[in-house]
């Protein structure tokens, strides 16, 4: 719509635009309208464009009368300067620019920022319970997502009942010595004790939703010292006992090394009165008797 506005002495007012939301949220997949709309001007027909800033850099959604990259398949413009996205995913989330130029009007440019922010349910969140832990030691349970937007914040249950933040308020927890983080979804217990066994659940919540990670299973037991010195001193046990039948082998002989069995070849001892020459005709030593009257 096209407004023309006079005063008295005044001449023609500027182009001029407002919107109806400057900061407009939708969910996910939804479509959103970004209202730009021309408050006043005498250009029968100024020239509209969009852009889209995000992370500081600045790129075109309609220029030169059409829409530019993927926003050609999923967006429009409607009454002649709004924009509206359909399907709109995650990525659009960012600032919006709206200008308008009008050469026929005193002031001939204008523009407004549209703030879109698109909402992005939790998925369902990597929980981790331990399944064991002994009575008076530290159990540490992580509950996370990364794809919700705004961030998740983080609710643990036990046997499908919730666990308050502040312990001292309530006082069905107040023999827990444990602390609930909301923002990191981290549940620690400084010292558990058998009221701690349960069945442990995490829900990740924000402003599009929540989901839920299933129940895991943490018990809480006592610790057996008698158990385990009784275990200690049978193992050093059977070590003694190893270790003195490796000696009594030692003394059987058992261990020793083995004799080669034959008889060994050695060198024949000379014979008295036997001396050995070795002419080069055998190749051989050959001996030659000598006599002693």
């Not at 407009?24 to 997949?29: A, D, Y």
């Not at 004790?193 to 995490?202: A, E, I, N, Q, V």
């Amino acid at each position: 719509y096209y407004l023309l506005f006079v005063f008295p002495g005044c001449g023609l007012l500027a182009v001029e635009l407002t919107s109806s939301n400057t900061k407009p949220v939708v969910q996910e997949f939804q479509s959103v309208e970004l209202s730009c709309i021309i408050k006043s001007t005498v250009t029968p027909d100024p020239r509209i464009e969009w852009k889209k800033i995000r992370n500081g850099e600045t790129s075109y959604v309609f220029f030169d009368n059409k829409m530019q990259g993927d926003f050609a398949t999923r967006a429009e413009i409607l009454s002649r300067t709004s924009l509206v996205i359909k399907n709109t995913t995650r990525m659009d989330t960012a600032t919006y620019r709206c200008e308008v130029a009008a050469p026929s009007d005193t002031k001939t440019i204008d523009e407004i920022n549209i703030q879109l922010t698109v909402q992005v349910k939790p998925m369902t969140p990597r929980c981790t319970v331990p399944k064991a832990v002994p009575v008076g030691k530290t159990a540490s349970l992580h509950c996370h997502e990364n794809e919700g937007y705004p961030k998740s914040t983080y609710s643990w249950y036990r046997n499908s009942e919730p666990l308050s933040p502040d312990t001292k308020s309530n006082a069905k927890f107040q023999n827990s010595s444990y602390t609930l983080n909301p923002t990191t979804g981290t549940l620690v217990f400084h010292a558990v004790h058998k009221g701690d066994t349960g069945r442990y659940s995490c829900i990740a919540t924000n402003d599009a939703g929540f989901a839920k990670c299933e129940e895991q299973e943490m018990e809480v037991y006592d610790l057996n010292i008698g158990g385990i010195i009784g275990g200690v001193l049978v193992v050093l046990a059977v070590l003694v006992l190893i270790t003195l039948g490796i000696c009594c082998a030692y003394r059987r002989g058992y261990f020793a090394n083995s004799k080669e069995s034959g008889e060994s070849y050695k060198t024949p001892a000379k014979p008295d009165g036997v001396n050995y020459i070795r002419t080069d005709d055998e190749g051989d030593f050959r001996h030659k008797s000598s006599f002693v009257i």
